[in-house]
């Protein structure tokens, strides 16, 4: 100890808060959207993910990363993934919530909503479980085209247990599903990949199969099955490939290395081979791409969630630390120019929670058979959106600390590296506007239905009016705008879909300057260059709280955070 070790305007630790209660963008939309019912369990979520236990869960689960193992001390091949106790406490919680399952074992009205609003409260502690845990729950229904298949493996899917153990799947109650499908000379372009798959016997839907070939990218191979794509005599088709084989022996999934990779560091991403991989064909024979398409839009949705969650977090983290830290005699968050960046942030933030709510609530109605042809429009240009977004606010939110967002004791370096991920995986950005394009031009009926909720604010603000107009007739034309204009476009129904949101749902001041900045360009191009004059003190208001007003500790919501018992359920209820 020297006499000049005084620490001095340093923040308090952002511990044992809970994350629901700071949320209002979160509160009120979960309450509209029809996840009203949910509130509990998220507010459980809320106290766990918050607290200082679950922060050092995460520190350790980043401190020991998955190591692989390929062969035992005798040479024989085991393929397995070893990975440290708190990333298995980490997916304890995650299964316990429900968050693969929720919609699948409990299909009321807002149950997608509830599972989003789950997922986004976890994603804000440490995602790398979130990967295992979005294929899981992806895969069902997927799996649910070709029913002996989803029979035998549904129910293991939407346990709420975790259960770590490298044994047959038909030893355990509960189980986890992955996805293979990117190989090395084409992720984007499935119908590029290499890998045969062989009759064994009759073949067809539901038949057994050998697979031979590779996968360039196959994450969280610990997993109990996957799906993934290889081509027969009738074209590419999808499989279902389990760790073990029916007689309890190892199936020949052969993991050559684990990725060194630049975030995302507790999820372990795998390249593996296939040597006369034995599988089963889920769907019909030469339709494999439509038939894990089923999975590819549930998943884009969790990379909306996930995003999101990466936003919140950052500016959660910004917004405490700039309400405690001095310079130049004032708080940071007194600064006129910092209240700039803190607003933007803000809006920003709520913008992507209101879009998340109510992409989810379009997966509650389309499950429903309503309006399934929204939901088909709104996620590839909500995924594009905010995948797009994520990256520039954390930057921003890690820059409200200045030097200690630059260091690996707090969680906005790690936030800053995971941030990318959601972009690229399940679609990357141009592939994603691609799609939209193709939904426009194949599916018209999803452009009426994308143009009538953006008509439900209309008359609400002229700048808005004139976006929507200028919109429809872009998308009503017959060739569009191109793939050149694709970005452009789906930009512009994105900040159009927002916009109707914030402006029905949000307080004028937080849709006043969303339009001003966004829709009317009337300040600069980075966040926090926002126009003159702008109204930001109710949006700052909205946002802020008083640390000692939402701690939990000592005021029995600790109570709430039942202990993690691996293994055990762990479903968290008030
Ligand atoms: C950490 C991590 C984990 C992953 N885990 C999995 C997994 O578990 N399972 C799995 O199957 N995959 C996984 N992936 C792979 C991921 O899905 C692919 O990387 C992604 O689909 C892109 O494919 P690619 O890498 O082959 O890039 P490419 O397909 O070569 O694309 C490169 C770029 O070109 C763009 N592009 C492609 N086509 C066009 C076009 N027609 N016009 C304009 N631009 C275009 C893309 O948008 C992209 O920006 C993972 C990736 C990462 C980073």
Not at 244 to 271: H, M, V
Not at 376 to 401: D, G, H, M, N
């Amino acid at each position: 100890m020297t006499i000049t070790h005084t620490v001095e305007n340093q923040p308090p630790p952002l511990a044992d808060v809970n994350l629901y209660a700071i949320d209002k963008p979160l509160a009120e939309g979960l309450a509209r959207e029809g996840g009203a019912w949910g509130k509990a369990d998220v507010a459980a979520l809320g106290v766990r993910v918050g607290s200082a236990a679950y922060q050092e869960t995460i520190r350790k689960a980043n401190a020991t990363l998955p190591v692989l193992r390929t062969h035992d001390r005798y040479g024989n091949r085991i393929d397995e993934v070893e990975f440290a106790d708190a990333w298995h406490e980490l997916m304890t919680v995650a299964k316990g919530a429900g968050l693969h399952s929720l919609p699948w074992s409990d299909p009321k009205p807002g149950a997608h909503v509830v599972r989003a609003a789950l997922h986004y409260v976890f994603g804000q502690g440490e995602q790398g479980p979130s990967c295992p845990i979005a294929m899981t729950f992806a895969a069902v229904p997927a799996l649910r085209q070709q029913k002996e298949i989803a029979d035998e493996w549904v129910p293991r899917l939407l346990d709420t247990h975790y259960d770590r153990r490298f044994i047959p799947a038909h030893k355990k109650s509960s189980a986890l599903m992955g996805m293979a499908m990117t190989e090395k000379q084409g992720g984007s372009d499935v119908r590029a990949n290499t890998t045969k798959a062989a009759p064994l016997g009759k073949g067809g839907p539901g038949g057994e199969y050998e697979l031979t070939g590779h996968k360039w990218f196959c994450s969280a191979p610990m997993c109990d099955a996957f799906l993934t794509l290889a081509h027969t005599e009738k074209g590419l088709s999808c499989f279902i490939v389990p760790r073990f084989l029916p007689d309890g022996t190892q199936n020949r999934f052969l993991i050559q290395r684990l990725k060194d990779k630049l975030g995302n560091k507790t999820n372990a991403s795998s390249e593996i081979e296939y040597d006369r991989t034995w599988a089963r064909m889920v769907g019909p024979e030469g339709r494999g791409v439509a038939t894990i398409l089923e999975m590819v839009q549930h998943t884009r949705l969790e990379c909306v969630i996930g995003s999101t969650a990466f936003m919140r977090a950052a500016f959660v983290q910004a917004l405490h630390h700039v309400q405690h830290r001095r310079a130049f005699q004032r708080r940071l968050i007194d600064q006129p120019l910092m209240r700039s960046v803190v607003a933007d942030l803000a809006v920003e933030c709520e913008a992507a929670v209101a879009l998340m709510l109510r992409v989810a609530r379009a997966f509650d109605e389309a499950q429903a058979g309503k309006n399934a042809a929204f939901a088909r429009l709104a996620t590839p240009v909500a995924k594009y959106w905010i995948c797009r977004r994520v990256s520039q606010t954390v930057l921003e939110a890690l820059e409200c600390f200045g030097g200690n967002g630059y260091v690996e004791d707090g969680p906005m370096a790690r936030l800053y590296r995971d941030a990318p991920l959601n972009g690229i995986w399940e679609g990357s950005g141009n592939v994603i506007c691609l799609d939209v394009l193709r939904a426009l031009e194949r599916e018209p009926e999803s452009r009426a239905a994308f143009l009538a909720e953006l008509d439900a604010a209309k008359g609400a603000d002229p700048r808005f009016d004139a976006l929507v107009s200028a919109l429809a007739a872009d998308l009503g034309k017959r060739d569009g705008t191109g793939e050149m204009g694709a970005r452009h476009l789906v930009e512009r129904m994105a900040l159009a879909l927002q916009a109707s949101l914030l402006l029905r749902h949000t307080p004028h001041e937080v849709a006043d300057l969303f339009i001003a900045s966004r829709l009317a360009h009337a300040g600069g191009l980075a966040m926090g260059a926002l126009p003159a004059g702008a109204r930001i003190d109710p949006v700052i208001e909205r946002a802020a709280f008083d640390l000692e007003a939402v701690r939990t500790r000592g005021k029995g919501e600790e109570i709430r955070v039942l202990p993690i018992d691996s293994g055990a359920q762990a479903r968290v209820r008030i």
